[in-house]
């Protein structure tokens, strides 16, 4: 059995209780991997150009406020 078989099969297993811990806990392991992609992402300027972008469409009136 592979390991996320393994792991389905045990959170089948949990109580209400202990798969919204499960959830809660998840929700806050998988923003921090996806800030840790983000910061490198930006230190690595791959969303200068997109910013450059926005800034440019919004000096030239191409934007409308939410």
């Avoid at 991997?33 to 000096?59: C, M, N, T, Y």
């Amino acid at each position: 059995m592979s390991t996320i078989h393994a792991i389905e099969n045990a959170i089948r297993r949990l109580s209400a209780e202990e798969l919204a811990t499960l959830r809660s806990w998840f929700a806050a392991f998988d923003a921090e991997i996806w800030d840790q992609k983000f910061e490198k992402d930006v230190a690595a300027g791959r969303p200068d150009s997109l910013a450059e972008e926005a800034l440019r469409d919004l000096h030239e009136g191409r934007c409308t406020e939410l």
